[in-house]
Each structure stands twice: as structure tokens, then as C-alpha cells.
């Protein structure tokens, strides 16, 4: 009988130790899961802190200046003369209709991304000319909430109200800085998920005495007078470089960066306009970007060789094959349509309509790998 008690003395006990242990290990758990939290909510009040500012708003300063003889406005910020080639607004319509066509006829599993870049004026016009300011941020945001929900949009304004102070823009030239470039590259990876290398692991080069577009254009004294700096990022690492002609048929192999004069310095990458490019990296993930651009996303593509396995670049006004099929045949997994601010509203978004629908009956094949197998 004694035997019986103890063991069912020892059965209670059992039990009773093991809920204690049950209820101990609720109470760790939950202690845990609070300090994960607690951690959490402190990492996003660090991060919160160290989120970059805005820097300087040059639109509530007023400056000296006034127009060049082809309307181009030239204004004296920080001690240079800057040219500013206005935004005159637009409906975005084609854009928007286009893309979301093209959109509707691609697999689901094609990530589709739309980053239309500011010119400068977003960020330079003075107070006292502000009667020529139109808002591309406000432009870019009504055509963001009319695009398909199946395609990302990314905006680069507010990033770039954090950089106003440095040399995201050139002040000679219609076009962006490499460094705008690289802001506008990084907040895109970010958006579709990728790798991304920091500026610093780049090989910064600078041409002095640039003058651009804008002075040969206008041929005004004050930019003439002013020449500027221009700074681009050598990608490290092995790259190969393929160019194409606009009907997509291999050419050569050469140079991501092409060797050109200063004043031709924005030339420098991919050439230009003329050909469509592959680029192959040493990325392996898998990820194969297409960019479609005018001439601003030229300086984009450095900044993509971390990024991606390989980056097709074809110019929205001059490429000459079906788009879809060019996407479909080259297993394209991610389309960016990166383009200034003309380009998304004006007669160049056309264009893309056509890139969807020309040539649509024939497959594309990559000239540059049967080259390779010969």
C-alpha cells in the first residue's frame, strides 16, 4: 500500500513539476518575445533618427538671373551660374496607358517598376521665378496612382530633397550628375530587392572644365564662363559589355565607360543613344533587368552591375523590336522604365506603345551567344 501512495505521490509531483516547468517557460517566452519587440521598436527609433534630412530648398530662396535667348533659365546659386531647362507639365496619359498595357501581357512573375527622373528645375527654381514652376513630383504622383497595381512606382523626388546641396544635377548640362544617378539606382534596388554597393566601392573619377548641353545650346556667357566639375563612378569587378544595334543584331564587345573628351563627358557611359546593350556581371542571383530610358538612365547602369546577373539597356525612342518578345525570349525577370520628366509626358512616351506593339511576330534571339558558340 505504502508503494502505491508513493508512486501516486510521485505521479502528482511529475505533474505538478512539469506545469511548473510549462508555466516557466510561457513566462521566458513571453519575457523574450516582449525584449524582441522592445528591441524592435528602439532599432526603428535609431533608424527613424538617422534618417537623412532635407537639405537646402532653393525654391523659397530667390537668386539673380533670368532667361538665355531660348527661354532656358540661368540662375546664380552658391556663387555659380546654373541653367535650368523648365518642365512644362503633361497629362503622363500614354505613359500611363502603355505600361499598363504592357503589364497585362507579361507573366505575373516579370516584376514591372516606373521611375520617371526630375529635371533640375524641380529643386532650383528661385522664389522669384517661381510663376515657371510645375511640379513634377505632383505629375509623377498622378501618374503613379493611375498605373496598374501590379507595377511598382518609385519615387526619387523626396530622396533627392535630401541631396539638393551636392552635385546630384549639372548646371551646364539638361541632365543629372552621376550622383543623382546613383541616389535614383539605389532607392530602385531598394524597391525590387537587391544587392546594392555604396558608392564607395567605386573608383571616383573627375573631369574638370565641363560644359554641357545646356551652355552649347544656349551659348549664354554667364555658363560659358562657368564651367563645372564632372564626377563619374568606375564599377569594380569583372563586367562584359555587349552592343547591339537597334534591331538588336550583335555589333561588338566593349567598354561599360567609353573613353570620350570632357565636354562630351555624359557620353561616357554606354556610348549614348545609338546601340542597345547587354551586360553581363558577376552577380549570381539570377535577376535579369531591362531598362528602358532616354538619355538619363544611361548613368544609371554602373550603379546596376551590383545588382543584377545581367541588364539589357534599349532607348525608348530608336529601339526597333517587340518589347514583349525581347522580354519573354531573354527571360527578362525585372523592367524598369527610367526616363526625365519630358520623356514620361510628352510625344517620347508614344514610343512605347510602339515598342509593344511593333514587330510582334518574330522571337528574338541574342546574336552576341551564337557569336560565342562559333
Keep these: 500500500m505504502k508503494k502505491i501512495v508513493s508512486l501516486v505521490m510521485c505521479a502528482v509531483l511529475t505533474l505538478i513539476t512539469a506545469g511548473c516547468c510549462a508555466f516557466s517557460d510561457e513566462n521566458v517566452s513571453s519575457q523574450q518575445a516582449s525584449k524582441v519587440e522592445s528591441k524592435k521598436e528602439t532599432n526603428k527609433k535609431e533608424e527613424s533618427s538617422r534618417k537623412e534630412p532635407d537639405q537646402k530648398d532653393y525654391t523659397k530662396e530667390t537668386a539673380e538671373g533670368g532667361f538665355a535667348e531660348d527661354g532656358m533659365l540661368v540662375v546664380s546659386q552658391d556663387g555659380h551660374w546654373r541653367g535650368l531647362e523648365l518642365f512644362g507639365g503633361g497629362s503622363g496619359d500614354s505613359y500611363v496607358s502603355s505600361l499598363n498595357e504592357l503589364r497585362g ?35 509623377f504622383s498622378d501618374i503613379a496612382e493611375r498605373l496598374d497595381k501590379g507595377i511598382v512606382s518609385v519615387d526619387i523626388c523626396s530622396i533627392f530633397k535630401k541631396h539638393t546641396e551636392e552635385h546630384i544635377y549639372s548646371r551646364t548640362d539638361h541632365h543629372w550628375q552621376p550622383l543623382g544617378a546613383y541616389y535614383a539606382a539605389r532607392t530602385f534596388a531598394k524597391a525590387a530587392g537587391v544587392p546594392f554597393d555604396d558608392i564607395s566601392k567605386y573608383k571616383k573619377v573627375t573631369d574638370e572644365g565641363y560644359l554641357g548641353t545646356l551652355s552649347a545650346w544656349s551659348d549664354d556667357e554667364r555658363l560659358e564662363s562657368d564651367p563645372e566639375e564632372f564626377t563619374y563612378y568606375e564599377p569594380q569587378g569583372k563586367i562584359s559589355t555587349y552592343y547591339y544595334d537597334q534591331q538588336f543584331e550583335y555589333q561588338y564587345e566593349g567598354s561599360l565607360l567609353v573613353p570620350v573628351d570632357v565636354d562630351n563627358s555624359y557620353l561616357r557611359f554606354i556610348g549614348g543613344d545609338d546601340c542597345a546593350v547587354k551586360v553581363k556581371t558577376s552577380v549570381r542571383n539570377g535577376r ?87
Design 105 to 139: 501581357e507579361l507573366a505575373d512573375s516579370v516584376r514591372v517598376y516606373s521611375m520617371p527622373a526630375p529635371l533640375a528645375c524641380e529643386f532650383y527654381t528661385p522664389s522669384n521665378f517661381s510663376d515657371v514652376y510645375v511640379s513634377q513630383a505632383e505629375c
Design 288 to 374: 535579369k533587368l531591362l531598362v528602358v530610358k532616354d538619355s538619363f538612365g544611361n548613368a544609371e547602369i554602373p550603379f546596376y552591375t551590383s545588382s543584377f546577373e545581367e541588364i539589357y539597356v534599349v532607348d525608348m525612342r530608336y529601339f526597333e523590336r517587340n518589347l514583349v518578345n525581347l522580354i519573354n525570349d531573354m527571360g527578362i525577370t525585372d523592367v524598369l522604365f527610367t526616363m526625365a520628366a519630358y520623356s514620361a509626358v510628352g510625344v517620347n512616351a508614344d514610343n512605347i506603345e510602339t515598342l509593344i506593339t511593333q514587330d510582334s511576330g518574330s522571337h528574338i534571339t541574342d546574336g552576341q551567344l551564337h557569336k560565342d558558340s562559333e
